[in-house]
């Protein structure tokens, strides 16, 4: 198993507003990508020790072939107007995924 994790830092004070568009972003993955293939999924932000404007995104996949899948669902066009919303949020260049081994 794989623990996929999108981190990135967004602008002060969007929080809420990047939040937002992560669980809206979120509940489209599930409906129409193979994000949905992922056995556990959640949001979490920093609180002591991290910055607030940290936000994470975390999926578990059963084989890296279902996370590059999902990856590759992200160019169909439903999911173009999530990104467009939070581009402008995203601190550059804080965005990235880390892929952990779930021993």
Same mark, same amino acid.
């Not at 409906?31 to 556990?40: E, G, I, P, Q, V």
């Given at each position: 198993m794989f623990l996929c994790q999108w981190s990135l830092d967004i602008v002060f004070g969007k929080q809420k507003q990047a939040l937002d568009i992560i !669980?809206?972003? %979120? $509940?489209e993955k599930m +409906? =129409? =990508? $193979?994000?949905? !293939?992922? #056995? $556990?999924n959640r949001v979490y932000v920093g609180f002591? %020790? #991290?910055s607030a404007a940290h936000i994470v995104d975390e999926y578990v996949f059963e084989n890296l072939d279902d996370f590059? +899948? $999902?990856l590759s669902d992200m160019g169909k066009p439903q999911f173009r107007q999530f990104a467009e919303a939070i581009s402008s949020l995203i601190v550059p260049g804080t965005q990235k995924w880390n892929i952990f081994k779930i021993l």
């Open positions: !669980r809206n972003w %979120g $509940a +409906k =129409s =990508s $193979a994000f949905s !293939r992922s #056995t $556990a002591v %020790g #991290t590059e +899948k $999902a």
